[in-house]
């Protein structure tokens, strides 16, 4: 069960009833529901396409069509799943050490994780096997 924690709050981020999408896991075709952050004001959302990411409300189209458009800001530390290349969600923190995020693939069955330092400068983690060919 995908039950990502929100990487500013650390809380269990909510399910998006209308964000969701499909991915293959293996022989079948499964269906990955989307998830919000519960603090009230926080805009991190995730997706196992997108990562963590937010919706930015633009008002760039007001004048002409009296509507907004929105700009999907990706977080800028995705962790990537070297077998599924889908982003990984955060399973939990360290207790010990608070700054130690411990990230999972969403498949199913997958039993990729990798821990990253929080703070850590901008970066795209790849998983093992991520250049590997399928």
């Known amino acids: ?3 990502p924690l929100c990487p500013l709050h650390h809380g269990v981020m909510s399910p998006l009833p209308n964000l969701h999408e499909f ?3 293996g022989s079948k075709e499964v269906e990955i529901h989307g998830h919000e952050c519960s603090v009230g004001g926080c805009s991190v959302k ?3 396409s997108f990562g963590y990411f937010s919706l930015i409300r633009k008002d760039d189209y007001w004048c ?3 509507s907004s458009s929105f700009q ?3 977080s800028n530390t995705q962790v ?3 077998d599924h290349k889908t982003a990984m969600f955060i ?3 360290d207790a010990a050490n608070a700054n130690l995020r411990n990230y999972r693939c969403p498949q199913n069955h997958c039993n990729e994780t990798m821990k990253i330092q929080a703070g850590q400068p901008p970066a795209y983690w790849l998983g093992s096997r991520f250049f ?3």
């Open 1 to 3: 069960m995908v039950r």
């Open 23 to 25: 991915v293959h896991d």
């Open 46 to 48: 995730y997706s196992p």
């Open 64 to 66: 002409s069509s009296q």
């Open 72 to 74: 999907i800001v990706k």
């Open 80 to 82: 990537i799943c070297g």
């Open 91 to 93: 399973e939990s923190i």
């Open 132 to 134: 590997e060919r399928s």
